[in-house]
């Protein structure tokens, strides 16, 4: 890898942490217990680590978003997506649109999931899967870093596990009311939005049941000028939409120990399409806006349907047994456009630059996880869990207007057994981890003809028939290892080594419909072979009295990694080149010695690099651009509770990037900006009152997404959101 010079920070970062932490563990307030405030007392359960083990007994970097925390920053952004970038440094900033095509966390693509439900759809991305659930229905946000296989496919970025809310412990009746308003700092009458959602629980003895149902209206988004953002209209808008949440959560304690529960939930979010776009002036600095009007076809829309039963006991023969079987189903709408020049023309049917057409996802997939955990009779220092996960899907992706299938449907199955031991030695100071998992994959997709469309020279476009392509039933098969130490020499403290491998397929769909070359075999066409990334991770974490503080150095690289690359008609094709990513994640938080407050700072870098030559030699040689990779950020904050009253305010620094070599465009350099938000609530006895603001200081800004690509497309152009202002109400009873 090119730059090395922040293992010098990292090694500063160690020592800072080694040194100020008696200092902190001695000045304990009075009358606390240094037990509790040392990690030492009850943990959450992370269920996406598929362990009962607390999270310090794991080689991983782990991260949790209480409900708290994130229904404040849910109020300031308006989803679960925007609450954990603004979070977490190493995620890429959000594009602040329905799609989250190039948002990454360590410099690769995320596994979203609901209750370890994945929300992707494996052979064909349609980005979506950050909006599949309305954040009112989730109690907390697990984040485990870096790539694995736990969850099965997907993940070779991280994790990001989205758990719903959980049974009700008080007989009878209970619930929750939110009502919200949400507003540009000039109330534009068209950005003017609102949310109401409700949620009622109730239990009788070993029965209980949570219903609840969510309704979002949003408005036109305005930028620091005042000037309308310009809408994605062939991706997709969270702005001028409106969205329809259902969530219902039925369970029955079996015994004292096993319980089994149905979790059912729809979310579509549909837009409006009221505004289309209008082009704005790079070279000038104006950005993309919108205009009234009614763009062709029919507004980008979103549907996600899902079921799932779980049985568990935990003390089944003295272990824990977790079972799940799940049903899913995605229905993506993407908008169209009419161009001279645009990807679906194809002379047959209608001249060149006549035709109007968009494309549509679906999806569905089914599958089961079951596991079971427990010490090993004997030699109980010894935790042993064994598993088994399967999982289907079918995707397909066709044209509206003229009923022609872009992406061919396509079927998929995944097979892995797994297996992790966990060794505790002296007292659990010293723990060794490990594990293998075998991914058995098999993709069958019949014979195809790709689309006609129109094809560049760099100069000027051409017809293009398509070609037809000789389907396959491919199969792949890896063992994926996993290890690691951690040393816990006291409660609080600790620091660990790992390596883990993540696998994922790549956009089978994308790769596919992209097919210009005759002669081609999908049972041996290499482009659709499975991403496998080695993670390896150095870290330390120190949590004692009133410092939270973590330090993390990680490296990953894949043989045959997934590119993003633009063409010139906005579509994004997927190229198959090595990849190497490392990078330094510092975290520090402390308590002050005013009761209630707290600051904390975060800070990422990241740096990534890729094979791009024409004939690859395995030799990374240039930086991965904007679509690839997020910037180095900084994050600053400061929080206030105590009794009815809270508080935070919030800055996120987003640090100027260049990017270098042979094919890098240096229109693509990103120039840094600054965001800061702020939020206050208070609880009055009937509900609380919170007043939120979103880039507080009104700072007009490119986001990061639309200032590192596409340098010549005057209608990807985007600037981020203005001040925005949510007024709610939250009542619980």
């Known amino acids: 890898m090119r730059s090395k010079d922040y293992r010098r920070p990292l090694l500063a970062g160690v020592a800072l942490l080694l040194m100020i932490q008696p200092a902190w563990a001695q000045t304990e307030p009075p009358g606390e217990d240094p037990a509790q405030d040392s990690g030492a007392g009850d943990e959450v359960v992370v269920t996406a680590a598929r362990s009962v083990l607390p999270p310090s007994a794991l080689p991983l970097t782990i991260d949790i978003i209480d409900k708290a925390t994130l229904d404040q920053q849910i109020a300031i952004s308006g989803s679960v997506t925007d609450a954990v970038s603004t979070l977490t440094p190493s995620f890429s900033p959000t594009r602040q649109k329905l799609s989250g095509a190039g948002e990454t966390l ?35 946000v697990e984040l485990i870093y870096g790539s694995n296989a736990l969850q099965g496919i997907g993940g070779t970025g991280g994790i990001v596990n989205q758990v719903t809310v959980g049974a009700p412990r008080t007989e009878g009746l209970t619930g929750r009311v939110l009502l919200q308003g949400t507003a540009d700092s000039d109330f534009h009458k068209d950005g003017l939005g609102g949310k109401a959602a409700g949620l009622v629980q109730y239990k009788a003895g070993r029965f209980d049941a949570s219903v609840g149902a969510a309704y979002d209206r949003r408005g036109v988004f305005f930028d620091g000028e005042g000037r309308r953002i310009g809408l994605n209209l062939t991706q997709g808008e969270t702005q001028d939409s409106r969205s329809w949440s259902l969530f219902g959560r039925f369970g029955y304690e079996l015994g004292e120990t096993a319980r089994i529960d149905l979790i059912a939930s729809r979310f579509q979010l549909d837009g409006d399409g009221d505004f289309v776009a209008l082009p704005g002036n ?18 980008a829309a979103s549907r996600t349907e899902s079921l799932a039963l779980s049985l568990t006991d935990t003390s089944l023969w003295g272990g824990n047994f977790v079972s799940q079987i799940f049903w899913n189903r995605t229905h993506d709408t993407f908008g169209g456009e009419l161009a001279p020049i645009a990807t679906f023309q194809d002379p047959v049917i209608a001249p060149v630059g006549t035709l109007f057409d968009q494309s549509e996802n679906r999806s569905r997939k089914y599958g089961g996880k079951i596991s079971y955990e427990r010490g ?7 935790t042993a869990i064994i598993g088994f ?41 010293l723990r060794l981890a490990g594990g293998v998992r075998w991914e058995n994959v098999a993709i069958r997709i019949d014979d195809f003809h790709t689309l006609a469309s129109t094809t560049y020279d760099g100069r000027n476009p051409a017809t293009f028939g398509g070609v037809a392509v000789a389907g396959g039933r491919p199969t792949f098969q890896d063992a994926l290892l996993n290890g690691g130490v951690i040393v816990e020499p006291m409660p609080g403290i600790r620091a660990y080594v790992s390596y883990a491998e993540g696998f994922t397929m790549p956009d089978v769909g994308r790769i596919t419909r992209a097919i210009r070359d005759q002669g081609i075999s999908l049972d041996n066409y290499l482009d659709i072979s499975p991403i496998v990334s080695n993670n390896r991770e150095i870290g330390l974490e120190v949590k004692r009295g009133p410092l939270d503080a973590s330090v993390a150095y990680f490296w990953s690289s894949s043989d045959k990694g997934q590119l993003l690359i633009a063409r010139p008609d906005r579509i994004f094709d997927v190229q198959r080149l090595r990849t190497e990513i490392e990078g330094l994640e510092i975290n520090l938080g402390v308590a002050l010695p005013i009761p209630g407050a707290r600051v904390s700072i975060g800070y990422a870098h990241l740096d990534g690099r890729y094979d791009s030559d024409t004939v690859p030699d395995g030799k990374v040689d240039t930086d991965l651009d904007g679509t690839n990779i997020s910037p180095d950020r900084l994050n600053l904050a400061a929080s206030y509770v105590r009794g009815p009253l809270s508080a935070r305010l919030q800055t996120q620094f987003f640090l100027s990037r260049k990017f270098d070599g042979p094919k890098v465009d240096p229109r693509n350099d990103f120039g840094g900006y600054a965001i800061t938000d702020a939020t206050v609530r208070y609880e009055t006895g009937i509900g609380a009152i919170s007043l939120s603001a979103q880039n507080l200081f009104d700072k007009f800004y490119i986001d990061y997404s639309s200032d590192t690509r596409l340098p010549t497309d005057n209608l990807s152009y985007f600037a981020g959101r203005g001040r925005t202002i949510t007024l709610g109400w939250d009542y619980r009873f």
Request: no cysteine; aromatic share 10%.
């Open 282 to 299: 790079r070279a000038l600095g104006i950005p993309t806006s919108a205009v009234k009007g009614t763009p062709p076809g029919e507004p």
């Open 389 to 429: 996960d399967a999982l289907w899907d079918s995707t397909e992706q066709r044209l509206i207007a003229t009923d022609r299938i872009w992406v061919p449907p396509a079927d998929f199955r995944s097979l892995a057994p797994f297996g992790q031991l966990n060794l505790a030695l002296f007292d659990k100071k």
């Open 106 to 140: 360590r410099g690769r693509s995320p596994l979203y999931a609901i209750n370890g439900i994945p929300q992707s759809t494996p052979l064909r991305d349609g980005s979506r899967d950050g909006f599949t659930i309305d954040g009112f229905f989730v109690d907390r």
């Open 376 to 382: 090993v009779p004997g030699f109980e220092a010894l």
